[in-house]
T-cell receptor
């Protein structure tokens, strides 16, 4: 049973560039959440996708956007990268039919993004 | 504003010690509290607590929630070096269960 997989594992970009991170949820899960984790911090919620729609969003600018595909996989896009965007980006999946099931999140190993 | 505070921020113990990690929260419409262990990369799920006073246990780890006093503790007995990690707690708000609010974590180092 495959868990949550993310790609790439590491990425180095220059300020102003754009980046796309990818996530495949755990088998049987239909909801994907994205988190940003800076060094020494807890994860910060970016947004969540369910049924191919963004259902909720944290306090992140519009430079952060995403997408969910019919197979439940998801992408996180960040435009006009800033140095402060350097962080570990975590994808988490859960089974959340209708948004009422109180299920725990299962995390991928993350993508380490470095912006220079 | 909803928030969660973990203490201590860091802790160094010797193998065999027992540790207690604290998580206190201020939240409206509490639904559940979750504990995660984070080593190098992905946080791994430990416990989800929804009811006050009911202990969840898994091997040497246990956790309990006090909804009246708004806190939870995570106990680890007979610590091992493999317990070294950051322990994160997060809570989910009722009616808004798509988002978790996270604490900063407690960094635990277990020395041989």
């Amino acid at each position: 049973d495959a868990g949550v997989t993310q790609s790439p594992t590491h990425l180095i970009k220059t300020r102003g560039q754009q980046v796309t991170l990818r996530c495949s949820p755990k088998s049987g899960h239909d909801t994907v959440s994205w988190y940003q984790q800076a060094l020494g911090q807890g994860p910060q919620f970016i947004f969540q996708y369910y049924e191919e729609e963004e259902r909720q969003r944290g306090n992140f600018p519009d430079r952060f956007s995403g997408h969910q595909f019919p197979n439940y996989s998801s992408e996180l896009n960040v435009n006009a990268l800033l140095l402060g965007d350097s962080a570990l980006y975590l994808c988490a999946s859960s089974l959340d039919p209708g948004g009422y099931y109180n299920s725990p999140l299962h995390f991928g190993n993350g993508t380490r993004l470095t912006v220079t | 504003e909803d928030k969660v505070v973990q203490s201590p921020l860091s802790l160094v113990v010797h193998e065999g010690d027992t540790v207690t990690l604290n998580c206190s929260y201020e939240v409206t419409n509490f639904r559940s509290l979750l504990w995660y262990k984070q080593e190098k990369k992905a946080p791994t799920f430990l416990f989800m607590l929804t009811s006050s006073g009911i202990e969840k246990k898994s091997g040497r780890l246990s956790s309990i929630l006090d909804k009246k006093e708004l806190f939870s503790i995570l106990n680890i007995t007979a610590t091992q070096t493999g317990d070294s990690a950051v322990y994160l707690c997060a809570f989910r708000v009722a009616g808004n269960n798509r988002k978790l609010i996270w604490g900063l974590g407690t960094s635990l180092a277990v020395n041989p």
